[in-house]
């Protein structure tokens, strides 16, 4: 026969491993994968909501989600540091964005085909825009 402090521990143990379960499963959608053909990405910073960003991932034109002077949300066009190529008929993803969970300044803007790469920057006067990183040679 197993004691009685043995059973406790085992029910406590198994309901607070049942709860952590749970939390990991909510966590796994918190981010999603568009599809690969798929335009239009939003994306959003584990570490500050305010980057909340629409990319159009033929183009790589990006919008931040802002409350407007009428207390609306909105989209906003993101500045572009040294522009973004010119792409005639975009047919497929090109760009992508990737944020590294460390900190807001290790968000990158890439372009998949050249390897141009813009860098989230954050400022009072300006708000929300990308800064020219590097081009690959």
């Known amino acids: ?7 406790a521990a085992l029910l ?4 607070v491993g049942a709860g952590l379960g749970r939390a990991q499963d909510t966590s796994r959608h918190v981010v999603t994968a568009p599809p690969n ?3 239009f990405e939003i994306l959003q910073s584990h570490l500050a909501a305010k980057a909340t960003l629409m990319l159009d991932r033929y183009t790589g034109k990006t919008w931040v989600l802002v409350r407007g002077t009428d207390d609306v949300m909105k989209w906003q066009t993101m500045r572009v540091e040294s522009d973004l190529p010119s ?5 497929a993803p090109r760009f992508q964005i990737f944020s590294s ?3 807001l300044r ?4 890439l372009d998949t085909v050249k390897g141009d790469c813009w860098v989230l920057t954050d400022s009072e006067k300006e708000g929300m825009f990308w800064a020219y990183v590097a081009e690959v040679k």
């Open 1 to 7: 026969m197993v004691p009685r402090s043995s059973t």
């Open 12 to 15: 406590v143990w198994m309901l």
């Open 37 to 39: 053909n798929a335009r």
């Open 87 to 91: 792409i005639p008929n975009p047919a």
């Open 101 to 103: 969970g460390l900190a």
């Open 106 to 109: 290790f968000t990158f803007l």
